[in-house]
């Protein structure tokens, strides 16, 4: 047999360091073989071995109508036949930047990427550039993506690996990153360029912000001239017809963009007011380029998806998701184990543990529950019983719009009984 995901893993691993192309694709937190997807048609995934499996990884968020969504399968059908890629302005990347600009309150431009981690590691170069300041503060288990000075603290695969940050980062290259605890505002003084948050913590596990923490750092940069940059690769454009922004009602100075924007492909956005985005290359100083950037092929993708979601149906599906998230927490129970699944609009987490706890607040609560070693033997009884859920702990659940009740219903079915094989363990 040479089409199983055995096969298939240890031809990757011979070439591909450690079998993937991104660690949070990998088994080695939870063990075993990682499952080679084939395809992926809505909430389902097949692997090469035919395997169906429901799928809650949904592309770490990058997916919010399902795989292979007839309409956005035609988008890049139609523009794959018209050249996929040019080094000039194509009217894709227009379309892209008028419907992002028209649902977020505030962002006036926005300059297109190719990755979550090219649209953080930009906006941070923007602000340290507009500000002319240095320093810039994240929270710590919050994920901006891989560039070097914001992998201190990572949440999502480097906390997976139990890693602090990374080998191969200078300590100049973070030198000028402070890290916080995450709900606390921080007080800042005038060398801070920027304070950069998750509007919502969904790296570590979901961690909601607590009433005024989002209006804090509003105001604390505003006391000292920082600027507030909200990344919202994961929140933009899911967690709200208008994101974060139009969720909490805080707007920032500068957005980051990543996943569902670019409708299954890869595409990254940062923006923010024209009096600030005023100092980037080619009318200002701070230089930021991309050959692939505003790609026809993923505008087409992730203009077609944002044109296909209504108001309705982000609160339709943060209804179904509130439902889903009380009644897995009862199925867990019910086997003798506790699940907390904070739920934030469509967002929702999943912890376990063996007695009752309150929702963490900050990255140090998270790590006791994500590593008490219950998601282990959940996450295989579930994949067993045809439910992925992401091969780590601090991962959230995605939900797609093509989730539908009665494929949540059978998570919850199956989740009963994995909780029962948790709880045994
Ligand atoms: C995924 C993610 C990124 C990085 O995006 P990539 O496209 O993987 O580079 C940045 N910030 C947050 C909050 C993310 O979840």
Not at 159 to 167: H, I, N, R, T, Y
Not at 256 to 276: E, W
Request: charged content about 15%; glycine content about 12%; some cysteine.
């Amino acid at each position: 047999m040479t089409n199983t995901n055995q096969a298939w893993f240890d031809r990757a691993q011979a070439v591909i360091p450690g079998g993937v192309d991104s660690p949070v694709r990998s088994f080695r937190s939870v063990g075993g073989t990682p499952y080679t997807v084939a395809r992926g048609h809505g909430a389902y995934v097949e692997d090469v071995e035919g395997s169906r499996y429901l799928d809650f990884v949904q592309s770490y968020g990058a997916s919010l109508l399902g795989h292979a969504h007839p309409d956005v399968v035609d988008a890049i059908r139609h523009t794959a036949g018209e050249g996929t890629t040019f080094g000039a302005p194509t009217p894709g990347e227009v379309l892209l930047a008028e419907i992002m600009c028209a649902r977020v309150a505030g962002l006036e431009q926005v300059r297109l990427v190719s990755s979550g981690t090219e649209a953080v590691m930009s906006a941070v170069r923007l602000a340290r550039g507009a500000t002319g300041r240095d320093k810039i503060l994240k929270f710590d288990g919050c994920y901006h993506g891989h560039s070097d000075a914001l992998l201190v603290a990572g949440g999502s695969g480097v906390a997976q690996m139990g890693l602090p940050g990374s080998a191969g980062v200078t300590a100049g290259a973070v030198g000028d990153t402070i890290v916080a605890p995450y709900n606390v505002v921080p007080t800042l003084d005038e060398s801070v360029a920027a304070v950069l948050v998750e509007p919502v913590a969904a790296n570590m596990n979901l961690v909601a912000p607590r009433a005024g923490f989002l209006q804090g750092l509003r105001d604390e940069c505003d006391r000292v001239g920082a600027l507030l940059i909200f990344d919202e690769v994961i929140t933009g454009f899911r967690l709200a017809y208008g994101g974060a922004q139009e969720y909490f009602g805080v707007t920032p100075d500068l957005w980051c963009f990543g996943k569902v924007i670019g409708g299954g492909l890869p595409v990254g956005a940062f923006g923010g007011s024209r009096k600030v985005l005023a100092s980037l290359a080619p009318n200002g100083p701070v230089y930021q380029a991309g050959t692939l950037s505003g790609n026809p092929l993923a505008t087409a993708a992730g203009v077609r998806v944002l044109n296909f979601v209504t108001r309705e149906d982000y609160s339709a599906l943060s209804s179904r998701v509130a439902q889903f998230a009380a009644a897995l927490s009862d199925a867990v129970a019910s086997a003798g184990l506790f699940a907390l699944t904070p739920v934030e609009g469509p967002l929702m987490g999943l912890y376990l543990s063996r007695e009752p706890v309150e929702a963490p607040t900050n990255f140090n609560e998270a790590k006791v529950l994500c590593d008490n070693g219950l998601y282990r033997p959940f996450f295989h009884a579930m994949l067993q019983r045809g439910v992925a859920l992401a091969p780590g702990a601090y991962e959230i659940l995605f939900v797609s719009m093509a989730h539908s009740d009665d494929d949540l219903s059978q998570a919850v079915e199956c989740a009963r009984e994995a909780a029962g094989v948790a709880a045994a363990s």
